[in-house]
């Protein structure tokens, strides 16, 4: 079962408008990890939030997290071109493990 | 630093064949981990250790061995290829265990393929 999961499957905006990524998780956590994938390569680590904050800012990225309602999400900003990717949410479900989501494919168009 | 290094990059097998493949990290982190990615799944934990000479099972560990005999090193085995197991593979690696707040570097992928 995933411990992290992803809303919407697929996000398709322009340039320049703000991007916006759900995730939901199910058990309590001590952090939770977006990452983004590129097509045919691997996952890069973009912000990591703990759990005792509500929100963590990295250019053009925030994110933030309610432990009440067991959510996060990921805003991007003016979003580019380059932005075009799959971003996946990952929570640690245990100590020494990290579930993803099954990932948002967002597509920013010229 | 190369950072997580997989190979190879692609491999066609046969059904009941077998392979390895290969993870290689140069940033001494403790934690090795496999995942697969299969359409509409998203990643998936194969296997992981937590040091050298430690490993653990994951979410599908069914039809795949590892060993960690180095810090370094954590290759992943095939006994007996299947279909199922046509995936794109990832090997990420991090200093610390994902609870004590520590991202995953990752490997740029094998794309496996079983006929």
């Known amino acids: 079962s995933q411990q992290g999961e992803e809303d919407p499957q697929a996000l398709s905006i322009q340039e320049g408008e703000n991007a916006t990524m759900n995730c939901s998780y199910k058990?309590?956590?001590?952090?939770l990890q977006w990452y983004r994938q590129n097509s045919g390569r691997g996952l890069v680590h973009l912000i990591l939030i703990r759990s005792n904050e509500r929100e963590k800012h990295s250019g053009r990225l925030r994110v933030t997290l309610d432990t009440s309602k067991k959510s996060s999400s990921l805003l991007i900003t003016a979003s580019r071109a380059a932005d075009t990717a799959s971003y996946f949410c990952a929570a640690n479900s245990g100590y020494s493990t990290l579930t993803f989501g099954k990932g948002t494919m967002l597509l920013v168009s010229p | 630093n190369a950072g997580v290094t997989q190979t190879p990059k692609f491999q066609v097998l046969k059904t009941g064949q077998s392979m390895t493949l290969q993870c290689a990290q140069d940033?001494?982190?403790?934690?090795m981990s496999w995942y697969r990615q299969d359409p509409g799944m998203g990643l998936r934990l194969i296997h992981y250790?937590?040091?050298?000479?430690?490993?653990d099972q994951g979410e599908v560990p069914n039809g795949y061995n590892v060993s960690r005999s180095t810090t370094e090193d954590f290759p992943l085995r095939l006994l007996s290829a299947a279909p199922s197991q046509t995936s794109v593979y990832f090997c990420a690696s991090t200093f610390d265990r994902p609870a004590r707040n520590s991202p995953l570097h990752f490997g740029n992928g094998t794309r496996l393929t079983v006929t």
């Open positions: 940033m001494n982190h403790e934690y």
């Open positions: 058990t309590s956590i001590n952090n």
């Open positions: 250790s937590v040091g050298a000479g430690i490993t």
